[in-house]
């Protein structure tokens, strides 16, 4: 099973771009979300899913629009790139209830 | 804001030795959970415990939970150089910063 797939892995972006992390995952889970990880700061959640045309806000929205059209796919967008969104991007899904979440493998994102 | 927060922040030992790492939260929790990331990698869940549960073991991993107290350990028994990574426990998908173990050969 492929689980909870990311792309691209890499990415370098002016300040200002804008572009579209994606996640997909093929386990039929209705919770989806998305969270950034810095250096000695953990994980933060960004936006969240529970089901297909239903999504909400994390801790840490602001620059980042998300949709959920499918219950596959749950994709991330930077609306105009700054060097504070320079992160590691995760997606993960889980269950309803969403108790054990399941990680994909991660997006590097540098905004210069 | 962060919901958990680990400690150590980092920690290194011999391989054998066990390793314990604690997390304090602040709010009333359902369960905690503690997951692992390797280097450059995704995260992994370990381990789920209920409000109600007092302890839980899975192979080599113990975790305890004092919900008076607001405060959970990961105990790694007779750890193993592949044990090296960081941990990080969670409540209602809110992370903790984690703790780096380095377990060395």
């Known amino acids: 099973n492929a689980g909870v797939t990311q792309t691209p892995k890499f990415q370098v972006l002016k300040t200002g771009q804008s572009m579209t992390l994606q996640c997909a995952q093929d386990?039929?889970?209705?919770?989806m979300s998305w969270y950034r990880q810095d250096p000695g700061m953990g994980l933060r959640l960004i936006h969240y899913?529970?089901?297909?045309?239903?999504?909400d806000q994390g801790e840490v929205p602001n620059g980042y629009n998300v949709s959920r059209s499918t219950t596959e796919d749950f994709p991330l967008r930077l609306l105009s790139a700054a060097p504070s969104q320079t992160s590691v991007y995760f997606c993960?899904?889980?269950?309803?209830?969403?108790?054990?979440?399941?990680f994909g493998s991660g997006t590097q994102l540098s905004v210069l | 804001s962060q919901q958990g927060e680990e400690d150590p922040q980092a920690l290194s030992i011999q391989e054998g030795e066990n390793a314990t790492m604690n997390c304090s939260y602040k709010?009333?929790?359902?369960?905690l959970q503690w997951y692992r990331q390797n280097s450059g990698r995704g995260l992994v869940h370990l381990i789920l415990i209920r409000s109600n549960e007092r302890e839980k073991h899975s192979g080599r991993l113990r975790v305890t939970l004092d919900t008076s107290k607001k405060s959970s350990s990961l105990l790694i028994t007779a750890s193993r150089a592949a044990d090296t990574a960081s941990y990080f426990c969670?409540?209602?998908?809110?992370f903790g910063a984690g703790t780096r173990l380095t377990v060395k050969p």
């Open positions: 709010t009333s929790i359902n369960n």
């Open positions: 993960a899904s889980s269950y309803p209830g969403g108790e054990k979440l399941f």
């Open positions: 969670a409540t209602d998908e809110r």
């Open positions: 899913s529970v089901g297909a045309g239903i999504t």
């Open positions: 386990m039929n889970h209705e919770y």
